[in-house]
Protein backbone atom coordinates (compact mmCIF):
# COMPACT_ATOMS: atom_id res chain seq x y z
CA UNK A 1 0.00 0.00 0.00
CA UNK A 2 1.01 3.68 -0.98
CA UNK A 3 2.64 5.10 2.76
CA UNK A 4 0.85 8.47 4.06
CA UNK A 5 2.90 10.63 5.53
CA UNK A 6 0.63 13.54 7.44
CA UNK A 7 3.24 16.08 8.14
CA UNK A 8 6.05 18.00 6.28
CA UNK A 9 8.51 17.02 8.76
CA UNK A 10 7.81 12.99 7.99
CA UNK A 11 7.96 12.81 4.36
CA UNK A 12 11.48 15.40 4.75
CA UNK A 13 12.75 12.16 6.80
CA UNK A 14 11.18 9.53 5.12
CA UNK A 15 14.16 7.31 5.22
CA UNK A 16 14.36 5.67 1.49
CA UNK A 17 17.93 6.27 -0.34
CA UNK A 18 15.97 7.38 -3.53
CA UNK A 19 13.73 9.47 -4.00
CA UNK A 20 12.23 8.96 -7.89
CA UNK A 21 9.51 11.76 -9.32
CA UNK A 22 8.10 9.83 -11.92
CA UNK A 23 6.26 12.81 -13.63
CA UNK A 24 7.23 14.43 -16.82
CA UNK A 25 9.90 16.33 -16.91
CA UNK A 26 7.70 19.89 -17.63
CA UNK A 27 5.77 19.41 -14.52
CA UNK A 28 9.55 18.26 -12.29
CA UNK A 29 10.83 21.75 -13.24
CA UNK A 30 8.18 23.50 -11.81
CA UNK A 31 9.02 21.69 -8.12
CA UNK A 32 9.65 18.60 -6.55
CA UNK A 33 10.48 17.02 -3.18
CA UNK A 34 13.85 17.45 -2.08
CA UNK A 35 16.34 15.83 -3.61
CA UNK A 36 14.23 13.82 -5.73
CA UNK A 37 15.45 12.71 -9.19
CA UNK A 38 13.46 12.91 -12.18
CA UNK A 39 12.82 9.47 -14.39
CA UNK A 40 9.76 10.46 -16.62
CA UNK A 41 7.21 7.57 -17.07
CA UNK A 42 6.32 9.98 -19.79
CA UNK A 43 8.08 12.74 -20.86
CA UNK A 44 6.16 15.91 -22.28
CA UNK A 45 5.47 15.38 -25.40
CA UNK A 46 3.80 11.88 -24.27
CA UNK A 47 2.22 12.95 -21.47
CA UNK A 48 0.23 15.28 -23.90
CA UNK A 49 -0.03 13.19 -26.32
CA UNK A 50 -2.09 10.48 -24.02
CA UNK A 51 -3.85 13.16 -22.47
CA UNK A 52 -5.39 14.01 -26.09
CA UNK A 53 -6.14 10.46 -26.43
CA UNK A 54 -7.88 10.18 -23.19
CA UNK A 55 -9.79 13.38 -24.52
CA UNK A 56 -10.88 13.01 -27.89
CA UNK A 57 -11.05 9.47 -28.06
CA UNK A 58 -11.13 7.07 -25.45
CA UNK A 59 -9.94 6.67 -21.75
CA UNK A 60 -9.51 2.66 -22.45
CA UNK A 61 -7.04 3.36 -25.41
CA UNK A 62 -5.45 6.37 -23.63
CA UNK A 63 -4.57 4.18 -20.85
CA UNK A 64 -3.17 1.18 -23.24
CA UNK A 65 -1.03 3.42 -25.38
CA UNK A 66 0.36 4.97 -22.17
CA UNK A 67 1.00 1.68 -20.41
CA UNK A 68 3.19 0.28 -23.22
CA UNK A 69 5.38 4.47 -23.00
CA UNK A 70 5.23 3.57 -19.48
CA UNK A 71 6.84 0.61 -19.58
CA UNK A 72 9.66 1.17 -22.14
CA UNK A 73 10.43 4.08 -20.50
CA UNK A 74 11.03 2.64 -17.11
CA UNK A 75 12.90 -0.17 -19.08
CA UNK A 76 15.21 2.77 -19.94
CA UNK A 77 15.74 4.09 -16.75
CA UNK A 78 16.08 0.30 -15.43
CA UNK A 79 19.33 -0.11 -17.76
CA UNK A 80 20.65 3.70 -17.74
CA UNK A 81 20.59 5.48 -14.46
CA UNK A 82 19.64 2.60 -12.25
CA UNK A 83 21.98 0.08 -13.49
CA UNK A 84 24.38 0.39 -10.67
CA UNK A 85 21.46 -0.52 -8.19
CA UNK A 86 22.21 -3.33 -5.74
CA UNK A 87 19.74 -5.70 -4.36
CA UNK A 88 19.80 -3.66 -1.34
CA UNK A 89 18.31 -0.35 -2.84
CA UNK A 90 14.85 1.77 -1.14
CA UNK A 91 13.51 3.35 -3.36
CA UNK A 92 10.27 6.09 -2.57
CA UNK A 93 8.70 6.92 -6.08
CA UNK A 94 5.79 9.70 -6.52
CA UNK A 95 3.65 10.91 -9.06
CA UNK A 96 0.93 13.49 -9.50
CA UNK A 97 -1.62 12.21 -7.16
CA UNK A 98 -0.16 8.60 -5.98
CA UNK A 99 -1.68 7.24 -9.09
CA UNK A 100 -1.12 4.72 -12.47
CA UNK A 101 2.23 6.04 -13.26
CA UNK A 102 4.22 5.72 -9.36
CA UNK A 103 1.80 2.96 -9.42
CA UNK A 104 3.45 1.13 -12.50
CA UNK A 105 6.39 2.38 -11.94
CA UNK A 106 7.44 0.84 -8.71
CA UNK A 107 5.20 -2.83 -9.25
CA UNK A 108 8.35 -3.03 -11.46
CA UNK A 109 10.79 -2.11 -9.27
CA UNK A 110 9.38 -4.12 -6.96
CA UNK A 111 9.40 -7.69 -9.45
CA UNK A 112 12.99 -7.22 -9.94
CA UNK A 113 13.56 -7.28 -6.08
CA UNK A 114 14.05 -3.32 -4.85
CA UNK A 115 12.11 -2.66 -2.09
CA UNK A 116 9.94 0.14 -3.63
CA UNK A 117 7.26 2.34 -2.09
CA UNK A 118 4.79 4.90 -3.26
CA UNK A 119 3.64 8.25 -1.32
CA UNK A 120 0.13 8.32 -0.97
CA UNK A 121 -1.42 11.00 -2.89
CA UNK A 122 2.00 11.61 -4.91
CA UNK A 123 3.51 15.09 -5.21
CA UNK A 124 -0.21 16.76 -4.24
CA UNK A 125 0.35 15.52 -0.82
CA UNK A 126 3.27 16.40 -0.09
CA UNK A 127 2.50 20.44 -1.95
CA UNK A 128 -0.80 20.17 0.46
CA UNK A 129 1.99 19.83 3.67
CA UNK A 130 4.27 22.22 2.32
CA UNK A 131 1.10 25.01 1.95
CA UNK A 132 -0.03 24.06 5.39
CA UNK A 133 3.14 24.48 7.01
CA UNK A 134 3.56 28.34 5.12
CA UNK A 135 0.12 29.39 4.90
CA UNK A 136 -2.38 27.53 7.26
CA UNK A 137 -0.79 28.48 10.84
CA UNK A 138 0.97 31.16 12.30
CA UNK A 139 4.87 30.65 11.76
CA UNK A 140 6.12 29.43 15.17
CA UNK A 141 9.95 30.93 14.25
CA UNK A 142 10.60 34.07 16.33
CA UNK A 143 12.17 36.78 13.32
CA UNK A 144 14.04 39.16 13.95
CA UNK A 145 14.83 41.35 11.10
CA UNK A 146 18.51 43.14 9.79
CA UNK A 147 16.89 46.56 8.85
CA UNK A 148 18.60 49.33 7.36
CA UNK A 149 18.75 51.33 3.70
CA UNK A 150 19.86 49.93 0.51
CA UNK A 151 23.94 49.80 0.65
CA UNK A 152 23.72 48.64 4.06
CA UNK A 153 25.52 45.02 3.21
CA UNK A 154 22.75 42.94 4.50
CA UNK A 155 22.21 40.34 2.00
CA UNK A 156 25.93 39.74 2.69
CA UNK A 157 26.46 39.96 6.40
CA UNK A 158 23.59 36.76 6.58
CA UNK A 159 26.39 34.22 5.69
CA UNK A 160 28.34 35.43 8.38
CA UNK A 161 26.07 34.83 10.59
CA UNK A 162 26.13 30.86 11.26
CA UNK A 163 29.32 30.77 12.27
CA UNK A 164 28.47 33.14 15.52
CA UNK A 165 25.81 30.42 16.86
CA UNK A 166 22.95 32.88 14.97
CA UNK A 167 20.16 31.32 12.65
CA UNK A 168 19.19 33.19 9.51
CA UNK A 169 17.10 32.52 6.74
CA UNK A 170 18.60 34.24 3.37
CA UNK A 171 14.85 34.94 1.36
CA UNK A 172 17.07 36.37 -1.40
CA UNK A 173 18.88 33.28 -1.97
CA UNK A 174 16.07 31.05 -1.73
CA UNK A 175 14.47 33.55 -4.42
CA UNK A 176 17.42 33.69 -6.33
CA UNK A 177 16.83 37.54 -6.52
CA UNK A 178 18.58 40.54 -5.01
CA UNK A 179 15.09 41.92 -4.07
CA UNK A 180 15.38 45.45 -6.30
CA UNK A 181 15.00 46.38 -9.44
CA UNK A 182 18.71 45.51 -11.07
CA UNK A 183 18.41 42.14 -8.25
CA UNK A 184 18.20 39.93 -11.31
CA UNK A 185 20.40 37.08 -11.06
CA UNK A 186 21.80 34.29 -13.42
CA UNK A 187 19.82 31.40 -13.98
CA UNK A 188 16.74 33.59 -12.84
CA UNK A 189 13.64 33.00 -10.58
CA UNK A 190 12.08 29.65 -9.15
CA UNK A 191 8.63 29.01 -10.05
CA UNK A 192 6.48 30.06 -7.12
CA UNK A 193 5.78 26.47 -5.67
CA UNK A 194 10.06 25.75 -5.66
CA UNK A 195 10.45 28.50 -3.98
CA UNK A 196 8.13 27.91 -1.42
CA UNK A 197 9.40 24.55 -1.08
CA UNK A 198 12.97 25.86 -0.38
CA UNK A 199 11.15 28.16 2.01
CA UNK A 200 9.17 25.41 4.13
CA UNK A 201 12.91 23.34 4.09
CA UNK A 202 14.93 26.07 5.57
CA UNK A 203 12.10 26.57 8.14
CA UNK A 204 12.01 23.32 9.12
CA UNK A 205 15.49 23.50 9.88
CA UNK A 206 15.54 26.15 12.09
CA UNK A 207 14.96 25.68 15.96
CA UNK A 208 12.05 27.83 16.39
CA UNK A 209 13.06 28.17 20.41
CA UNK A 210 16.05 30.55 18.76
CA UNK A 211 15.81 33.68 17.13
CA UNK A 212 16.05 33.95 13.12
CA UNK A 213 17.55 37.01 11.85
CA UNK A 214 16.11 37.62 8.59
CA UNK A 215 16.78 40.66 5.74
CA UNK A 216 13.85 43.14 5.71
CA UNK A 217 12.26 42.76 2.61
CA UNK A 218 8.88 43.78 1.13
CA UNK A 219 6.07 41.43 0.48
CA UNK A 220 7.30 40.51 -2.80
CA UNK A 221 11.32 39.19 -3.70
CA UNK A 222 11.11 40.38 -7.73
CA UNK A 223 8.18 38.28 -9.32
CA UNK A 224 7.70 36.04 -6.24
CA UNK A 225 5.16 36.48 -3.27
CA UNK A 226 6.13 35.81 0.37
CA UNK A 227 3.96 33.58 2.36
CA UNK A 228 0.86 35.61 3.98
CA UNK A 229 2.03 33.31 7.59
CA UNK A 230 5.80 34.69 6.87
CA UNK A 231 5.02 38.34 5.99
CA UNK A 232 2.70 38.61 8.57
CA UNK A 233 5.67 37.34 11.40
CA UNK A 234 8.14 39.86 9.66
CA UNK A 235 5.61 42.73 9.60
CA UNK A 236 5.49 42.05 13.71
CA UNK A 237 9.23 41.54 14.39
CA UNK A 238 11.58 43.56 16.08
CA UNK A 239 14.27 44.63 14.07
CA UNK A 240 18.09 45.46 14.35
CA UNK A 241 18.61 48.55 12.01
CA UNK A 242 22.17 49.29 10.07
CA UNK A 243 23.15 52.94 10.16
CA UNK A 244 25.83 53.37 7.62
CA UNK A 245 26.78 56.53 5.37
CA UNK A 246 25.67 57.10 2.28
CA UNK A 247 29.18 56.82 0.67
CA UNK A 248 29.71 53.82 2.23
CA UNK A 249 26.64 52.47 0.85
CA UNK A 250 27.66 54.08 -2.81
CA UNK A 251 31.26 52.38 -2.58
CA UNK A 252 29.33 48.51 -1.33
CA UNK A 253 27.05 48.81 -4.01
CA UNK A 254 29.32 49.87 -6.94
CA UNK A 255 30.62 46.28 -6.18
CA UNK A 256 27.67 44.77 -5.34
CA UNK A 257 25.94 45.62 -8.24
CA UNK A 258 29.01 45.63 -11.14
CA UNK A 259 27.57 43.49 -13.10
CA UNK A 260 24.62 45.47 -14.00
CA UNK A 261 25.71 48.75 -13.51
CA UNK A 262 28.93 48.72 -15.46
CA UNK A 263 27.23 48.04 -18.58
CA UNK A 264 25.22 50.90 -19.82
CA UNK A 265 22.92 48.83 -22.14
CA UNK A 266 21.70 46.41 -19.62
CA UNK A 267 21.34 48.90 -17.18
CA UNK A 268 19.09 51.31 -19.43
CA UNK A 269 16.95 48.18 -20.13
CA UNK A 270 16.61 47.67 -16.80
CA UNK A 271 15.83 51.42 -15.49
CA UNK A 272 13.23 52.22 -18.20
CA UNK A 273 10.30 51.03 -16.02
CA UNK A 274 11.60 53.95 -13.72
CA UNK A 275 11.72 57.01 -16.41
CA UNK A 276 7.52 57.44 -15.78
CA UNK A 277 8.28 57.53 -12.05
CA UNK A 278 11.76 59.76 -11.67
CA UNK A 279 11.35 61.31 -15.11
CA UNK A 280 13.87 61.10 -18.44
CA UNK A 281 16.47 63.50 -16.94
CA UNK A 282 17.63 61.97 -13.98
CA UNK A 283 17.37 58.49 -15.97
CA UNK A 284 19.42 59.50 -18.59
CA UNK A 285 21.64 61.10 -16.10
CA UNK A 286 22.20 57.87 -14.57
CA UNK A 287 23.12 56.51 -17.34
CA UNK A 288 25.64 58.91 -18.38
CA UNK A 289 27.45 58.34 -15.33
CA UNK A 290 27.50 54.37 -15.79
CA UNK A 291 29.08 55.34 -19.69
CA UNK A 292 31.68 57.56 -17.86
CA UNK A 293 32.79 54.56 -15.81
CA UNK A 294 31.62 56.88 -12.56
CA UNK A 295 30.02 53.91 -10.64
CA UNK A 296 30.42 54.90 -7.21
CA UNK A 297 28.74 58.19 -8.11
CA UNK A 298 26.22 56.17 -9.91
CA UNK A 299 25.19 54.06 -7.13
CA UNK A 300 25.27 57.38 -4.74
CA UNK A 301 22.71 58.84 -7.14
CA UNK A 302 20.34 55.94 -6.85
CA UNK A 303 20.56 55.41 -4.22
CA UNK A 304 19.56 59.39 -3.13
CA UNK A 305 17.32 59.72 -6.32
CA UNK A 306 15.40 56.61 -6.41
CA UNK A 307 16.08 53.63 -3.15
CA UNK A 308 16.31 55.70 0.02
CA UNK A 309 13.19 57.92 -1.15
CA UNK A 310 11.16 54.46 -2.25
CA UNK A 311 12.52 52.50 1.44
CA UNK A 312 11.12 55.51 3.38
CA UNK A 313 8.19 55.47 1.78
CA UNK A 314 7.34 51.58 2.22
CA UNK A 315 8.99 50.63 5.47
CA UNK A 316 6.30 50.49 8.38
CA UNK A 317 8.99 52.05 11.09
CA UNK A 318 6.21 52.65 13.96
CA UNK A 319 5.01 49.17 14.18
CA UNK A 320 8.25 47.09 14.77
CA UNK A 321 10.47 47.47 17.85
CA UNK A 322 14.57 48.33 17.43
CA UNK A 323 16.49 46.53 19.39
CA UNK A 324 19.44 47.89 18.48
CA UNK A 325 21.04 50.60 15.65
CA UNK A 326 24.53 49.27 14.58
CA UNK A 327 27.10 51.65 12.58
CA UNK A 328 29.73 51.85 10.94
CA UNK A 329 31.85 53.59 8.40
CA UNK A 330 32.99 51.41 6.22
CA UNK A 331 31.61 48.44 4.80
CA UNK A 332 34.43 46.42 3.60
CA UNK A 333 35.39 43.03 5.02
CA UNK A 334 36.64 44.19 8.02
CA UNK A 335 33.60 46.43 8.88
CA UNK A 336 31.46 43.35 7.91
CA UNK A 337 32.98 41.20 10.62
CA UNK A 338 32.24 44.22 13.16
CA UNK A 339 28.71 44.08 12.37
CA UNK A 340 28.08 40.69 12.31
CA UNK A 341 30.13 40.36 15.63
CA UNK A 342 27.31 42.98 17.18
CA UNK A 343 24.53 41.41 15.69
CA UNK A 344 25.82 38.41 17.39
CA UNK A 345 25.63 39.85 20.35
CA UNK A 346 22.26 41.49 20.38
CA UNK A 347 20.51 38.17 19.37
CA UNK A 348 22.31 36.45 22.25
CA UNK A 349 21.39 39.18 24.60
CA UNK A 350 17.58 39.02 23.54
CA UNK A 351 17.80 35.34 23.66
CA UNK A 352 19.18 35.62 27.18
CA UNK A 353 15.99 38.03 28.61
CA UNK A 354 13.55 35.89 26.35
CA UNK A 355 14.92 32.67 28.77
CA UNK A 356 14.34 34.77 31.87
Not at 11 to 17: A, E, R, S, T
Not at 117 to 133: D, H, P, S
Not at 244 to 263: F, G, K, M, T, W
Request: proline share 6%; hydrophobic share 40%.
Amino acid sequence: MPLQFTSLDAILKHGFDTVIDVRSPAEFAEDHMPGAINLPALDNAQRAEVGTIYKQVSPFKARKIGAGMVIRNVADHIDGPLQDKDGGWRPLVYCWRGGQRSGVFRTILSEIGWRAETVQGGYMTFRRLVNGALHDAPLPHRLILLDGYTGTAKTALLPRLPARGVQTLDLEGLACHRGSLLGEMPGGQPSQKMFETALAVALQGLDPDRPVIVEAESSKIGRLNLPKSLWQAMLAAPRVVLDIPAQARARYLAEAYRDVISDPARLAEKLAPLRRLRGHAVVDGWIALSKDGALVDLSHALMVQHYDPAYTKSRRIDEREVLATLATDALDTDGQERLADAIAAVVTQGSAKARR
